[in-house]
């Protein structure tokens, strides 16, 4: 996922300042049995009975100013941008990740205050590698225009451009990715789901500790004790970073969520406990490195027309509702 700091004043390094997010296998982990799994997905449109579980949560987002939330468009009956806008505001999101250029949300967002992190979408990637001029074109187009009246944060590569399990041609690459991220003090965007590090192993992993509800100490690491997954998963990739050299990176979870139905585990009291705990863990980090840590939440509404390609738990990952709008 490429990512790069948007500004009036140059939105040429828009491009140049990229950054990649890295793909964790668990052969670079720490030394304890960490669960790592960077898996994307999406979600899908929300129930009437959704609705008082996202009123709780925006009271946690309000509370939190290292939240956001992922705003998909794969929905049969969608808001119009202007509505979503004044959602966030009224919800006191102020952080927003959209998956393209959408000039109506784009548009909405002028003098709202509400950063956005904007994506590029996949077909769009190999013409900018081979072509400036392609890259320069795209900014020019999607994200000038709007400056300085949108407070463009990021723009970051679509999820999944190749998808498929862990390559070691990509070890590669990782130290000159990772070395240009901290040269250009650009952060890497992750995706972190211990829901399907859950579900990929439940006998092993108790859901208490992935919905952060575990009372004490869970896994211990040398002079660290775990008690969520969320934090293991993050620590290992903060350990697997400093094992390349790139101790000093900073990371953005720019999605992570819990699935309402469709899946293993998958219910809206889940979803809820996860949501609630999780908001209010991340302003304080991690185990390893216990700092606010920015986290975009996914998403706003299930995406109904999404396809699916590993679940209906894709679907329905939403802290709002569409229905009786």
Known sequence: ????????????????????????????TSD?????????????????????????????????QSIGVNYGTIVDDLLPATEVIALYKTSGIGKMRIFYPNQATLQALKGSGISVIV???????????????????WVQTN??????????????????????????????????????LVSTKAPLLANVYPYFAYISNPTDIKLDYAL???????????????????????????????????AN?????????????????????????YYKNLISHVNNGTTKRPRPLETYLFALFDEDQKVVLYGHYSRNRAMCCLENR
């Open 212 to 246: 952060l509800n575990s009372s004490g100490v869970v896994v211990q690491d040398g002079n660290l004790g775990y008690q969520n997954l969320f934090d293991a998963m993050m620590d290992s990739l903060y350990s697997a970073l400093e094992k390349i050299g790139a």
């Open 143 to 180: 994200i000038s225009p709007y400056l300085p009246d949108v407070n463009i944060s990021y723009i970051a590569a679509r999820n999944e451009i190749k998808p498929s399990s862990f390559s070691d041609n990509a070890s590669a690459y990782i130290n000159a990715t990772t070395s240009f």
């Open 119 to 137: 994506g590029v979408v996949n077909n769009d990637l190999q013409g900018f590698a081979t072509s400036p001029i392609a890259a320069n074109g």
């Open 32 to 64: 304890s049995v960490l669960h790592w799994i960077p898996i994307n997905f999406l979600q899908t449109n929300l129930s009437l009975v959704l609705i008082n579980l996202f009123i709780i949560l925006v009271l946690f987002v309000v509370a939190v």
């Open 1 to 28: 996922m490429l990512s790069s700091h948007a500004s009036s004043s140059n939105t040429q390094d828009a491009i140049h300042a990229a950054n990649s997010t890295l793909s964790v296998p668990e052969s670079i």
């Open 249 to 273: 990176l900073t990371v953005i979870v720019i999605e992570i969520g819990w699935p309402s139905d469709g899946g293993v585990a998958a219910t809206v009291d889940n979803a809820g406990t």
